[in-house]
């Protein structure tokens, strides 16, 4: 017999092994938005958004001073960071843009938006929203067809600004 995770199953968080705490906390806080809930010692941190506990768990135990890993490792691809809707994902961006934060490239998947990035230690980011079910795009069969076409940035930002 085969088992399904529950639908109602969610990645709680992420926690990341980080070189610099402090650099760390400027990306994933002053940059991205979330807070700063708990300091564990002087080398760990837990941030959130909306108040839960921790969606991001940063820390230097085994790791300060590190180098990322090289091409040809095995490891995470990338964090994926869901927003609501597309102002506030085009929110986020514009701070980033304004920032000079380095965008390796941005993605319409049919089913979601995505911006992609590196944090400070190398880990990849993406940032995006979701289409509502309806929009999602299907075959003839009526099977799942996502797809990888661009992402207009320059209008996503814009739309942010009103």
């Keep these: 017999m085969t088992y399904s995770a529950p639908p109602e ?55 300060k001073g590190g180098t990322p890993p090289g091409p040809g490792h095995t490891g995470l691809f990338h964090t994926a960071f869901l927003y609501p809707d597309r102002a506030s994902l085009g929110r986020v961006v514009k701070r980033l843009v304004e920032a000079g934060y380095p965008l390796d490239g941005a993605s319409d998947h049919g089913v979601s938006e995505a911006v992609y990035l590196r944090d400070p230690d190398g880990n990849g980011v ?20 996502m797809g990888n076409g661009p992402l207009d940035v320059r209008a996503l930002v814009a739309e942010a600004a009103t």
């Design 126 to 145: 993406e940032l995006y929203r979701d289409r509502s079910e309806a929009e999602w795009p299907r075959d003839a069969r009526g099977k799942l067809a």
């Design 9 to 63: 199953t969610r990645i709680g968080h992420i926690h990341l092994k980080v070189s610099d705490l402090d650099r760390a906390i400027a990306f994933y806080s002053g940059l991205l938005g979330f807070t700063v809930t708990q300091r564990y010692g002087p080398d760990a941190v837990f941030l959130s958004a909306g108040g839960y506990h921790h969606h991001i768990g940063l820390n230097t135990w085994q790791s």
